[in-house]
């Protein structure tokens, strides 16, 4: 099972923030009643999340339409999905000096891919007296969904399933993702969230555009630096000043297209394709081809489907140009995703380097 990803300082997962208010009066008179019938760390901890989990019933179960974001909002309330549910809880716990912060992870709506994917929330707990890090589902149960409070082996909600396109993050965020918040903000029905609004990755994916240049010649020599094992001080200014020079005009004229991926404000993948004109044939009858390249995930965030989702958009893209043939550059390892996608080695083309 892969590590915890720590997104922030340890002290920031004490903090106090507009969705996670533990300062506020209600929040602490709560979190005391806890307190005050719990006197060990481990039993205060799981009574906080039975309790949110119990108590605080998840919109969709209930069919209520009322919207709630922030922990006082959610505990005023008492319903919410689990994005708010997961405030909830770290005000709570929070409120008694205890380090809590937030996962995610994409699940399928139904059973299967076809009814999409959305983004589900839950939270990842430190326990002081056993100095480790656990995550905990306050969702709610169901028939079907049985998560507990476990020291040891973790009982969650839902079990990611991979081959589907499911991904269980691992990342713990200090405070929830802006993105999802926005959903919340920008809509006053949560049954209308739920079944049209709910967003399907935590990362942003952007197109690229002339005002990307910068961070697209950067990423691009420090891919090149990874995959031709260049030192730090080799010499490279002919070619980033060749970049420069390519993606000014291949992007105003449309020929290139690249995407930029965020987790919050940092970097975590590139994807780009180029599209040239060559003389039409029986098999292209346009005579335009798309070449794939440089497709480039972060190391701590791989195994995340980032290459995959940068693969879908540019496709997507490519298709609307009506481009039927593409083609990519790819490493060894960068072959296992691709074929996986369903990509398929050609043996009838030839290279001479001159």
Known sequence: ???????????????????INWNNESIISKALEFKNKN?????????????VRDEIKHSWDVQDKRITKSATEVLEQGVGICWGKVNLLAALLRACGILVGICYQRLTLGDTPETGFCIHA??????????KWIRVDARGNKEGVNAQFDLENEKLAFLVRKDIGEVDYRIVYAN????????????????????NNLPDTVFNYKRATIEDIDELVRTKINVFR????????????????????????????NEHIAYIVYDDMNLIGTGDVSISHGMPNYYNSSGKKACIMNIYTVPEYRRKRVAFHILDLLIKNVKEQGISQITLETTDKGQIIFKKYGFV????????KV
């Not at 099972?1 to 969705?19: A, H, P, R």
């Not at 839950?122 to 100095?131: F, P, Q, R, V």
């Open 1 to 19: 099972m892969q590590e915890l990803i720590f997104k922030n300082d340890k002290n920031d997962y004490l903090s106090v923030s507009k969705y």
């Open 39 to 51: 006197v060990d760390e481990i039993s205060l901890i799981k009574a906080i999340y039975e309790y």
């Open 122 to 131: 839950l939270n990842a707990i430190y326990i002081k007296s056993l100095d």
């Open 176 to 195: 929830p993702l802006d993105k999802l918040m926005r959903v919340l903000e920008e809509n006053t029905d949560m049954i209308h969230v739920y079944l």
């Open 226 to 253: 990874e995959v031709n094992k260049l030192s730090s001080d080799e010499d490279i200014f002919i070619l980033k000043q060749n970049l420069y020079t390519y993606y000014k005009q291949a992007l105003k004229i």
């Open 345 to 352: 080695k050609k043996f009838n083309e030839m290279e001479l």
